[in-house]
């Protein structure tokens, strides 16, 4: 594990979401840490509800429906004046840089401007930045209707929204039957009101890279591959990976935005050899416990940021570490058509550590640590054993109230809000 002392004393945290796997992740390191951390969410029985770290739960109204009413909720308890730092583990951040302002005078963030968080946001932004910097990724159209997809379209390809995130609003579309049911699932959300980003399918390992910024200045960096995927596409099997390139691409693109706080890319590595494409940014941190385990605390890193402090530089992460998250495990053997001999068996190496889980840690709930998250991991099993076919659904379930959508960004990005 990291050494997690980073922080000089303990700190009072509120978390302003508990249903993402990067706000789980954040919170065990944040307890193991020995910080106080409090959290609130639109969901009573959210995931972070299930474990030991956390101190007080806050219900909130949620992000996407009621911006203005989660930020009041959120002021009101930075008013009391008893936190030390508000740490946005998902899409708040957003909303959060368009008052940073305001709640710079309240409480340690670690956020940039609004303009730079929402460039960063955006795919569409973020890939018109990749091309003024000369920094690589698959051949890419930005569209804005239905009649230019069509005519920018060449199978196989990826069709992906401009706003969304745990893979929502991404298909591959591999003929003209998914180009419709693409189009059509377009059309329901409402995408086409904002950019719609058609790429080249390009076969290759997927990669994620985290790093923490002061200032536009890279502090802490880790990457890892993706071994196995779960549901929607999410990481089931990690391993740490040395990545020199990448890391000085993702330094360069925080230097470029001035980016301060947290700041995670996506890459795919062609099976050729040639140089990894960035597909995908998220300002924010991306599941930290795989950096945890392979001896980096980005989360500490992240607080003393948010303090205002300029930390040096720690020592780099160890490659070669395995990580597991047991739930994404078990929903992804589920959603691609697992039946239930398939998910007993998926059980039981996870529980002895067999198979493709030898050697690895659990990151989302690790139970040696914190006996209460047994209980989320044990019910999806128990529900998967009763009804495999409920896989996607149960996925789908964790995408709530804590994400953002076109017109809930409309709104705060409106001179009204706030």
């Known amino acids: 594990m990291a050494d997690s002392a980073h922080v000089s004393r303990p700190l009072r945290v509120l978390v302003p979401e508990g249903n993402s796997t990067s706000a789980r992740e954040a919170i065990t390191i944040l307890g193991l840490s020995g910080h106080h951390?409090?959290?609130?969410?639109?969901?009573?029985?959210?995931?972070?509800?299930?474990?030991?770290?956390?101190?007080?739960?806050?219900?909130?109204?949620?992000?996407?429906?009621?911006?203005?009413?989660?930020?009041?909720?959120?002021?009101?308890?930075?008013?009391?004046?008893?936190?030390?730092?508000?740490?946005?583990?998902?899409?708040?951040?957003?909303?959060?840089?368009?008052?940073?302002?305001?709640?710079?005078?309240?409480?340690?963030?670690?956020?940039?401007?609004?303009?730079?968080?929402?460039?960063?946001?955006?795919?569409?932004?973020?890939?018109?930045?990749?091309?003024?910097?000369?920094?690589?990724?698959?051949?890419?159209?930005?569209?804005?209707?239905?009649?230019?997809?069509?005519?920018?379209?060449?199978?196989?390809?990826?069709?992906?929204?401009?706003?969304?995130?745990?893979?929502?609003?991404?298909?591959?579309?591999?003929?003209?039957?998914?180009?419709?049911?693409?189009?059509?699932?377009l059309h329901?959300?409402?995408?086409?009101?904002?950019?719609?980003?058609?790429?080249?399918?390009?076969?290759?390992?997927?990669?994620?890279?985290?790093?923490?910024?002061?200032?536009?200045?890279?502090?802490?960096?880790?990457?890892?591959?993706q071994i196995a995927a779960g549901a929607g596409g999410g990481e089931a099997i990690k391993q740490s990976v040395a990545r020199p390139q990448l890391r000085a691409q993702v330094a360069r693109i925080g230097r470029e935005l001035g980016w301060h706080g947290a700041l995670s890319v996506d890459c795919i590595v062609p099976g050729d050899g040639t140089a990894p494409l960035l597909i995908d940014c998220n300002p924010r941190l991306v599941e930290p416990m795989s950096a945890y385990l392979a001896g980096l605390d980005l989360v500490g890193l992240l607080l003393r940021v948010s303090l205002g402090e300029a930390p040096a530089a720690p020592p780099e992460s160890r490659a070669g570490v395995r990580t597991h998250l047991a739930m994404q495990a078990l929903l992804g053997c589920a959603a691609r058509g697992g039946r239930r001999r398939d998910l007993i068996r998926e059980c039981w190496r996870l529980a002895t550590g067999g198979g493709p889980y030898a050697g690895s840690a659990e990151e989302l709930t690790p139970v040696r640590l914190d006996r209460i998250s047994a209980v989320p991991i044990a019910m999806i099993a128990l529900v998967l054993l009763a009804a495999p076919g409920r896989g996607v659904a149960l996925a789908r379930g964790g995408w709530g109230e804590h994400l953002l959508d076109i017109a809930s960004i409309r709104r705060i990005a409106s001179e009204e809000f706030g």
């Not at 940073?100 to 956020?111: C, K, Q, S």
Request: glycine share 8%; hydrophobic share 45%.
């Open 188 to 225: 329901v959300d409402g995408a086409f009101a904002d950019d719609v980003l058609v790429q080249e399918f390009v076969p290759g390992a997927i990669e994620k890279a985290q790093a923490v910024f002061c200032r536009g200045e890279m502090l802490g960096f880790h990457a890892y591959r």
């Open 37 to 185: 951390v409090e959290v609130c969410d639109p969901a009573p029985f959210c995931l972070v509800r299930f474990s030991r770290f956390v101190r007080k739960f806050h219900r909130c109204p949620g992000l996407q429906d009621d911006p203005a009413g989660f930020l009041a909720l959120v002021e009101r308890l930075l008013a009391t004046g008893r936190y030390d730092v508000l740490l946005p583990t998902h899409e708040q951040g957003l909303l959060f840089a368009r008052v940073r302002e305001r709640l710079d005078a309240r409480v340690g963030l670690a956020l940039p401007n609004f303009e730079t968080y929402r460039a960063a946001h955006s795919k569409a932004g973020f890939s018109r930045l990749l091309d003024q910097l000369d920094l690589p990724q698959p051949p890419t159209k930005i569209v804005k209707s239905e009649g230019e997809l069509r005519g920018a379209i060449r199978f196989p390809a990826v069709v992906k929204k401009s706003v969304g995130t745990a893979s929502r609003g991404i298909w591959l579309v591999r003929d003209q039957r998914d180009l419709e049911f693409a189009l059509q699932e």
